[in-house]
């Protein structure tokens, strides 16, 4: 079959290494896509197209000469990674780090045309890594948080070692991750190789997140994460110390936490005096339950008076969840709920709470991170929230990946899976593998609904 006919895959057998040659197949390509695809013959107007680094280029280039024709809007790319399955859950992509900025780019402008499939040789959607690896690198906390079954007061004896850490954060750079959250179910900085991770995820390029409680956060460390690209959370659940305390169960915990943010924020300036704009970005999260359904709005405002950048909010989540086959099945935490959920007696002051955060985000933009489509989708979360009444799926599949201080491949964190043991095969090779792909097709139909920021929901059709 000639190259570019209907039903091949261009450059399957390679790029040709005369530029001469491949650039005429790119051009005959090119050319035969100007046409409208509605008055094509059939295999007109769709091009598969076997990338490899030595056409990336003339692949972004067609891509941006169809936009510009006005053919974009109509043609059909399928983008083929050459691929091989060595196991179950190995999928090797050659040159994939190489090729990944320029897909990634592709990607997010695809709206412009041309209609964009990425796939694999062997035969499954291929799935860009996901923009923030999560990284735990230990278990330890001082907190006892009433929503929170995940403390630990020793650190764990399987947990990883530095060596295996800084390997992942490597391949997290090689693979094309923007972002490392160096935060699981521990206090971060309470690893003392903390400052080292996060500046060797600096060094490789890529931004660093962490969550805190704030205890850890003296003027010295304050300075030494204000020189770093950084966006630091800190948990605090109450405008006033005494909610907050009440919440996360240790005394003097929300006069630490609101401290860390005076720290970090008089940090910041210093770094700034003395080497230009910082990178810190100080934000607070905080997780909407009984205890301080009154007191959101107010903490909003507090975090914006001492200078942070913005408040993550999310609604207390005592869903659990196991897998059952091919399913996964949902129990809540009825118990937990009696006591945490906001009461009935609640009810208004709740609906008042979400009117007041529609205001703030009209006032303050993204200062609240969550949209106003976000504070609906909590309004309702606490009327039901079940799948069906939320009409939402996950997307965690495509948008998240974790590794726990054991080394643990998650999918997610609330789920007790995992694909293996990071340390032995990396993960990168297993991203795209078969195993992983049938954890997606659970993760479509799971009935849990975590609200949580980071996990995109999106709505079912
Ligand atoms: S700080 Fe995090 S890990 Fe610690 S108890 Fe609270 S929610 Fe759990
Ligand atoms: S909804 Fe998504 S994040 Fe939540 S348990 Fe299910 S798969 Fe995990």
Not at 153 to 173: K, V, Y
Request: aromatic share 4%; charged share 25%.
């Amino acid at each position: 079959m000639a190259e570019g006919a209907p039903g091949s895959i261009l450059f399957e057998r390679g790029t040709p290494d005369s530029p001469g040659e491949a650039l005429a197949v790119y051009r005959r390509i090119v050319d035969s896509l100007r046409g409208p695809v509605a008055s094509a013959p059939a295999g007109e107007g769709r091009v598969r197209w076997r990338v490899d680094p030595a056409n990336l280029g003339l692949l972004s280039r067609a891509v941006g000469e169809l936009r510009e024709r006005g053919g974009g809007g109509t043609a059909k790319l399928e983008v083929q990674l050459l691929a091989e399955d060595l196991a179950d859950d190995d999928t090797r992509i050659p040159n994939e780090g190489f090729m990944v900025p320029t897909l990634r780019r592709l990607r997010e402008r695809e709206g412009e045309g041309p209609e964009l499939s990425l796939s694999l040789s062997v035969g499954r959607p291929y799935r860009l890594p996901p923009p923030a690896l999560d990284l735990s690198t230990n278990d330890l906390c001082g907190l006892r948080c009433n929503m929170c079954g995940n403390r630990a007061s020793r650190r764990d004896p399987m947990s990883m070692s530095p060596d295996d850490i800084r390997t992942l954060i490597r391949e997290a750079a090689e693979w094309g991750i923007p972002r490392v959250s160096l935060t699981g179910a521990g206090e971060p900085l309470r690893d003392p190789g903390m400052q080292g991770y996060i500046a060797l995820v600096n060094e490789l390029g890529m931004l660093a997140t962490i969550t805190s409680n704030g205890f850890p956060i003296s003027e010295r460390v304050a300075d030494e994460l204000a020189a770093r690209e950084l966006s630091v959370s800190i948990s605090i659940h109450g405008v006033t110390e005494a909610t907050h305390d009440a919440i996360v169960g240790i005394p003097t915990a929300g006069e630490h936490a609101w401290r860390a943010i005076r720290r970090l924020v008089a940090a910041r300036r210093r770094a700034r005096a003395t080497a230009g704009p910082g990178k810190l970005s100080i934000n607070v999260s905080t997780v909407i339950q009984r205890a301080n359904v009154h007191e959101i709005a107010a903490l909003v405002r507090r975090a914006r008076d001492l200078g942070a950048d913005g408040v993550n909010i999310q609604p207390i989540n005592l869903q659990h969840g196991h897998v059952r086959g091919e399913a996964i099945v949902r129990r809540d935490d009825v118990l937990l709920g009696a006591s945490l959920l906001p009461s009935p007696e609640q009810r208004e002051r709740l609906g008042r709470l979400f009117e007041e955060l529609i205001s703030l985000r009209r006032e303050l933009g993204k200062f609240l991170h969550a949209s106003e489509d976000r504070i609906e989708l909590m309004r309702r979360y606490f009327v039901d929230s079940s799948r069906e009444a939320m009409g939402l799926s996950c997307q965690v599949g495509e948008r998240f990946l974790a590794v726990d201080h054991r080394g643990k491949i998650k999918p997610c964190y609330r789920l007790p899976w995992s694909v293996g043991d990071a340390r032995i095969s990396g993960i990168q090779r297993v991203w795209n593998s078969a195993a992983y792909g049938r954890i997606r097709r659970q993760i479509d139909s799971c009935p849990l609904t975590c609200l949580n920021n980071c996990f995109f929901r999106k709505g079912t059709s």
